[in-house]
């Protein structure tokens, strides 16, 4: 599966009130699409961002979900009938995209959750003794 099908899904199962999901597929393309955190990222080993051919994982024991073969996906995408007409550079542009914009939803979804807390917790009083 593609990487920029794969953010899209992410996407719109973050749409479905999952928006864990957004924060998954920014944290899981993040360096892709916005490079490598220094300090985080660095660990001076360049073999841990290489996929290993014979079981589809990435250096450490976890699985690459971006690179599973999907066999038995009967999707009708319209991305699945031109797949050799994209290029590498269209494809990291749809990345981008998917991801930026699962960026935004997480935020806008987490910031919702935090004021709705922080209102429960400042008027908590105003609830009585049967809450």
Not at 23 to 44: A, E, T
Not at 63 to 86: H, T
């Amino acid at each position: 599966m593609r990487e920029d099908v794969l953010a899209r899904r992410m996407f719109y199962g973050g749409c479905a009130l999952l928006p864990w999901l957004w924060l998954v597929n920014v944290l899981y393309f993040r360096k892709q699409v916005y490079g490598p955190i220094p300090f985080i990222d660095s660990s001076g080993d360049d073999d841990n961002d290489r996929v290993s051919s014979e079981s589809n994982h990435i250096a450490g024991g976890v699985p690459d979900i971006a690179n599973i073969d999907d066999d038995d996906d009967d999707d009708s995408d319209d991305d699945a009938s031109n797949r050799d007409d994209v290029t590498d550079e269209e494809i990291k542009m749809e990345l981008r995209k998917w991801v930026s914009r699962s960026g935004i939803g997480s935020l806008i979804g987490f910031t919702i959750l935090l004021a709705w807390n922080i209102s429960f917790q400042v008027a908590r009083n105003s609830f009585g003794p049967e809450w």
